[in-house]
């Protein structure tokens, strides 16, 4: 099999020769190496700052790397839930004066200020979200289990306070906010409290009305590390969370990381990923779209194609080569193709959904009617979408469940983001006397087996052997 094209931005690769076989285990391993150890270590001292030295080091995290001067912590306040339903009317972002003042005084929809067609997109896609959500059957509720005097009762209670991080970056994202907002309402949480770098608050009228939507309590301006630690631990100001959800970049990420174990986190979400597995028949246009549409996401990003079929790898190859020359984020794809992208030919299918079950990937799709016969036969991959009409970039807004999503091989042991994130199961045992009496001797049997002989008398009281009430 020859090798097509390594001057391409999208190499193809014969999946069983030297250069292939070198790329897939790159591929396999981009998610052991984790965050460099640099920013690991200089996000875990922001962190300790913040956690020690409350508003003040907050103030100054907040000029150095997000580079907005407040006097004082109130003045990142951007909205609280007392405003939200009456907001003032502006077409243009707020001042910092106008828009925090410590009450959230300023706080708007900014309905007025977005294209009509952009609101009606937004409310589309948290209408769908929330459709797809309510039918998940992990919400909050009390489930019975009554045995021979045995009573059970499992209680899943929502979190009361949940942080939601929005990046900010070289763009904001509003889909965040829908894609963690709307489950943690049905799930009841009481509190939703979301931290974002001051410029993306400020400078999107688009941003400011998704939050607005969805009703959030409280809108903190502050990214990155420093932005976490205040939702893990809070300050004099800021009150703290008990889970912090919602992507970030890698200081982000390590942040999240080394505050985990002091509040819940939700997961460790890395650049966006993408497989396509691809057979005869498949569209190469829209192929070559599909992988370039997550590339543009980071220059960090995979983006990889899978085929049994060297023509149509050699096809979509070129069409990534075209489509990038007219993209404006072209710098962006072109990096993350050069690191983490490929077009891997393998020998048949079943080859090619072996090495797609490796990569475990955050999304895969199927497209080319064998490829897509075989969905239920996939089991490593946060998300699938099955044909050509399905890309992943209907999932990153529309179809409904979260995009927030395993990252970095993951996919083999974990899920992406939903209402049972936001909720937290606590049990009440109830064992009647006479069922007490009766299990007390199967506890005290295997209490005695384990060396815990106190764990053995307290049963040993309860079926009456030392006497008792």
């Not at 828009?99 to 977005?114: E, H, L, P, V």
């Not at 200081?251 to 939700?266: F, I, L, P, R």
């Not at 549409?293 to 075209?322: F, N």
């Not at 959904?353 to 490796?358: C, F, G, I, K, V």
Request: aromatic residues 4%; proline residues 5%; hydrophobic residues 45%.
């Amino acid at each position: 099999m020859t090798e097509i094209g390594s001057e391409r931005a999208l190499r193809v690769l014969a999946a069983e020769s030297r250069a292939g076989l070198e790329r897939l285990d790159l591929l396999v391993r981009r998610g052991r190496g984790g965050i460099a150890a640099g920013i690991r270590q200089a996000a875990a001292e922001i962190v300790d700052a913040v956690r020690g030295g409350g508003d003040g080091f907050l103030l100054e995290a907040v000029r150095r790397f997000d580079g907005f001067d407040a006097s004082s912590v109130g003045e990142l306040r951007f909205a609280t839930a007392r405003e939200r339903w009456r907001p003032p009317r502006e077409t243009s972002p707020p001042s910092a004066a106008a828009s925090s003042g410590g009450d959230g005084a300023g706080f708007t929809s900014d309905s007025d200020a977005i294209d009509p067609r952009v609101a009606d997109a937004i409310e589309r896609a948290r209408a769908a979200i929330e459709a797809c959500h309510r039918a998940q059957p992990h919400g909050p509720g009390v489930r019975r289990l009554e045995r021979d005097g045995v009573s059970i009762e499992e209680r899943r209670l929502p979190l009361r306070r949940v942080g939601i991080y929005v990046p900010g970056g070289r763009f904001p994202y509003p889909s965040t906010v829908l894609m963690t907002a709307v489950p943690a309402r049905l799930a009841g949480v009481e509190e939703l409290v979301v931290a974002t770098p001051p410029r993306a608050y400020l400078e999107s009228p688009v941003l400011r009305h998704v939050l607005h939507l969805v009703g959030v309590d409280e809108v903190w301006g502050m990214g990155g590390a420093h932005g976490v630690a205040a939702l893990a631990y809070g300050t004099d100001s800021i009150r703290a969370v008990d889970l912090i959800a919602g992507p970030g970049n890698a200081w982000v990420a390590a942040a999240k990381q080394h505050v985990a174990g002091d509040v819940g986190v939700d997961r460790d979400a890395g650049p966006s990923e993408v497989v396509v597995v691809a057979t005869e028949g498949a569209p190469a246009s829209w192929v070559a779209a599909d992988l370039l549409a997550q590339a543009e996401h980071d220059p960090l990003a995979v983006a990889v194609l899978i085929t049994d079929s060297m023509g149509l790898a050699d096809q979509v190859a070129s069409e990534v080569d075209r489509q990038l020359s007219l993209l404006p984020t072209r710098d962006t794809a072109g990096a993350a193709l050069e690191a983490h992208g490929a077009a891997f030919v393998t020998l048949d299918l079943d080859a090619a959904l072996r090495l797609a079950e490796r990569l475990a990937p955050e999304h895969l799709q199927l497209i080319g009617s064998a490829a897509e016969t075989r969905a239920d036969a996939v089991r490593n991959a946060g998300a699938v979408f099955v044909g050509a009409a399905s890309p992943v970039v209907l999932g990153d807004y529309v179809a409904g469940p979260s995009h927030v999503l395993p990252t970095g091989g993951s996919a083999r042991f974990a899920s992406g983001l939903g209402i049972e994130d936001f909720v937290r199961r606590s049990h009440t045992v109830r064992f009647s006397d006479r069922a007490s009496r009766i299990w007390a001797a199967t506890a005290e049997t295997l209490a005695a087996t384990e060396g815990l002989a106190a764990h053995a008398a307290a049963a040993g009281l309860r079926r009456g052997t030392e006497g008792g009430p």
